[in-house]
């Protein structure tokens, strides 16, 4: 049962523009969230994250955004660059549990010039 | 740069062979992880360490050992894998286990090949 989802497996955005990386979950019992970022042949890179208790947090080109009640989570990268061509995954976590993160599929940005 | 390393970053090994990969890192976290990674899937994760103390075993077969010899160091050792097995061992940490709010940081990640 894949509690953490990105239904789309691939995005395609100019330079410049705004690149919108959503993720859904369905686990209640989340409270804390994040997003990597992952080049291939590297590690997941830690970008933003944010606790159930906002649901806003903002960072340079990065916002990510938290709808507790849709069970719905986005993050913003304005304005997009080529170097964040990437693949980009959620995780969320449980509270007392904050070791176990379960991730999303990830979904493939490819900013074009 | 990553702060968490890996050794080595590639490993190709037979089904019968007896192989550690390494991690280590030196951000004074205390709780360390270790992932598996498939071909286009998510991380999964397989153990927890907090404070040297394995605190989490996700059912992971037994041919998978792991072993946190201090706080900067963790081990995987490997022991009669299946060709199943090949995938992106990834090792990460955090500052502490079961503090709320605090992100993990990987590392490069052991790409593992059974023969």
């Known amino acids: 049962d894949q509690q953490v989802k990105q239904n789309s497996p691939s995005l395609s955005v100019q330079e410049g523009r705004i690149s919108i990386l959503n993720c859904d979950y369905t686990?209640?019992?989340?409270?804390?969230f994040l997003w990597y970022k992952k080049y291939p042949a590297e590690g997941p890179t830690f970008l933003i994250s944010?606790?159930?208790?906002?649901d806003k947090n903002e960072d340079g080109r990065f916002t990510v955004f938290l709808n507790k009640s849709a069970k719905h989570l986005s993050l913003h990268i304005v304005p997009s660059q080529p170097g964040d061509s990437a693949v980009y995954f959620c995780?969320?976590?449980?509270?007392?549990?904050?070791?176990?993160?379960?991730f999303g599929t990830g979904t493939r940005l490819q900013v074009t010039l | 740069d990553t702060e968490v390393t890996q050794t080595p970053k590639h490993l190709v090994m037979g089904m019968t062979n007896k192989k550690s990969l390494k991690c280590e890192q030196h951000?004074?976290?205390?709780?360390m992880y270790w992932y598996k990674q498939k071909a286009k899937k998510p991380p999964e994760l397989m153990f927890v360490?907090?404070?040297?103390?394995?605190?989490i075993n996700e059912s992971v077969p037994s041919r998978f050992s792991p072993e946190c010899p201090n706080s900067s160091l963790l081990n995987l050792h490997l022991h009669a894998l299946q060709p199943e097995d090949s995938a992106l061992y990834l090792c990460?940490?955090?500052?502490?286990?079961?503090?709320?709010?605090?992100?993990?940081?990987f590392g490069d990640g052991t790409r593992l090949s059974i023969l």
């Open positions: 944010i606790s159930s208790i906002k």
């Open positions: 990460a940490s955090s500052q502490r286990d079961r503090l709320p709010n605090q992100p993990q940081h």
């Open positions: 686990n209640s019992m989340f409270d804390y």
């Open positions: 951000m004074g976290h205390r709780a």
């Open positions: 995780a969320a976590s449980e509270a007392g549990t904050a070791s176990k993160l379960t």
């Open positions: 360490y907090s404070y040297e103390k394995l605190s």
